[in-house]
């Protein structure tokens, strides 16, 4: 399978390229967003790309899209990415990879939301006993499914800078107190329903991120990607045991790597061998096929 490290369309103004989306503009109303194989770790861009992974994340957030538009409308437009490129070789760039979405303004936070206690938020408990700043009860496990799913918000950082866990009270100056509870409330139905119904796959997911945009209106959407191995933690429900942390669908097999080469975490990072890369690719497509399986 081919990869796509980078998109390269000459019909349509390029507006942004972040860690892996490429960002167009169609037109006053819309934006072409184009998924791509790259993959970003420890917060650098890798030279080599997942094959697939641009392919697993558009169908993925496809799926979540229409799963969960009864909790809050989406940032999909419904016009079909190849209508919108000029040739035969910008439509091989963008099928199955992209998404037209109304062109909204995005919210400067990330709605974080965990179920499980692991990752920065199991370092914080250790530290303090409360996960940005919420107060937990003693004696929990790492891998310990928290009494209720917490809002964790942070920041939006640029490409090649690290987000900021911050406060609730934090997003509210940021937000504005009704719009920080809109988003908390929304990013806690999304993660629940789609938490309920990936156990039924067996997969539990531990954490995931959720961005929102408004409109000219100050309409909600859920905009950027949804419930992907790139945007969530998903772990095998057979595997799960507390106390440690399980093995996920997602980049850890490079991750791993790149803390046993030696890198310093600093661009640029080392060219990633292929059979890494391919049992990653490996990672994104079983989560798929089981979240999808019917």
């Not at 991120?209 to 909600?220: A, I, P, S, T, Y």
């Not at 772990?235 to 997602?250: I, L, Q, T």
Request: one cysteine or more; a negative charge.
């Amino acid at each position: 399978m081919s990869a796509l490290h980078e998109s390269n369309l000459t019909s349509l103004p390029l507006l942004h390229r972040g860690k892996v989306r490429d960002l167009y503009e169609v037109d006053a109303q819309h934006l072409l967003i184009v998924q791509t194989d790259r993959l970003s770790a420890f917060d650098v861009i890798l030279p080599d790309p997942i094959p697939g992974k641009g392919e697993v994340l558009t169908t993925l957030s496809n799926f979540w899209f229409e799963k969960l538009r009864h909790i809050i409308p989406n940032h999909l437009s419904g016009i079909a990415p190849e209508s919108v490129v000029s040739d035969a070789a910008e439509q091989d760039q963008v099928r199955g990879r992209a998404f037209v979405t109304k062109k909204l303004k995005p919210l400067p936070i990330e709605a974080i939301v965990r179920g499980y206690l692991v990752g920065s938020g199991w370092k914080d408990y250790q530290k303090t006993g409360m996960v940005c700043g919420i107060s937990l009860p003693v004696g929990l496990r790492e891998a310990d499914k928290l009494p209720e799913p917490l809002f964790t918000p942070s920041t939006k950082a640029a490409v090649g800078d690290h987000d900021e866990n911050i406060s609730y009270k934090e997003a509210v100056q940021l937000l504005g107190e009704s719009r920080a509870a809109e988003v908390r409330d929304a990013a806690i139905k999304l993660y629940v329903e789609a938490a309920n119904f990936a156990a039924t796959k067996g997969i539990i997911i531990a954490d995931t991120k959720f961005e929102f945009g408004v409109d000219d209106e100050g309409r909600l959407y859920l905009i950027d990607e949804a419930l992907t191995p790139d945007s969530s933690r998903f772990w095998p429900a057979e595997s799960y045991k507390v106390g440690s942390n399980p093995p996920s669908f997602d980049k850890q097999f490079v991750r791993d790597w790149l803390d046993a080469s030696g890198w310093n975490k600093q661009a640029p990072a080392p060219r990633i061998p292929q059979d890494v890369l391919q049992r990653t690719a490996d990672k994104y497509h079983e989560a798929l096929q089981r979240l999808m399986a019917t």
